[in-house]
């Protein structure tokens, strides 16, 4: 599959066939997550993946919506502060990009081997924290369910903004420049 189809064919999925993804295959997904690119190289981040129902009630409770309920595995990203790269010249934490790019990896290989998944990061995280008793340094950044969508998912084409929009060479257009 070209890198830009495979890209075309990710897309959230909301509804799980209640069957886990094998193993060997999991594997294959967390990997590509652990090979990311971060900050200096720091791979601030850990993969915590949940499959016991009563630890995945435990994490409905943090996200309460009916179609979370039925997800037969989620795997919750966390960052860890005390490993992430800091910018010297004004402190900015780099925790929260590193994590997004390595569960980008995850999500996408997710998909070339024909799972489905779905960023979650509207869930409330002292839930999360203290269901898997996490110390103070990782931060519950991203639940991300995955297993085999319900049903056949069409490909529509994704609601995007034009490349001419968002796309400047040497300056930024001006209309930008206002909204400061």
């Known amino acids: 599959m070209e ?10 999925v909301r509804s799980f066939q209640d069957k886990k993804i094998p193993e060997n295959m999991l594997t294959q997904v967390l990997e590509a997550g652990r090979l ?11 993969f915590i993946v949940i499959d016991d129902k009563e630890m995945l009630d ?12 039925t997800v037969p595995q989620v795997i ?11 910018r010297s010249n004004d402190r900015k934490d780099h925790c929260d990009i590193d ?12 998909t070339y081997l024909g799972f489905s998944t779905c960023w979650v ?6 839930i999360v924290r203290e269901l898997l008793s996490l110390p103070a340094h990782l931060e519950p950044i991203v639940l991300l369910p995955i ?7 069409t490909i529509e084409k994704k609601k995007r903004k034009e490349l001419n929009q ?5 300056n930024i257009d001006t209309s930008l420049k206002e909204n400061e």
């Open 166 to 170: 968002v796309l400047f060479i040497n």
């Open 99 to 110: 994590v997004a790019i390595a569960t980008d990896h995850i999500t996408l290989m997710a």
């Open 58 to 69: 435990g994490l409905y409770q943090s996200y309460p919506r009916d179609w979370f309920k």
């Open 36 to 46: 990311a690119p971060s900050a200096v190289n720091y791979q601030p981040w850990c």
């Open 121 to 126: 990061c509207n869930f409330e995280p002292t």
């Open 3 to 12: 890198l830009l189809d495979l890209i075309r064919k990710r897309k959230s």
């Open 76 to 86: 919750v990203i966390c960052g860890n502060h005390k490993e992430s790269w800091k």
């Open 147 to 153: 297993g085999f969508a319900s049903e056949e998912q």
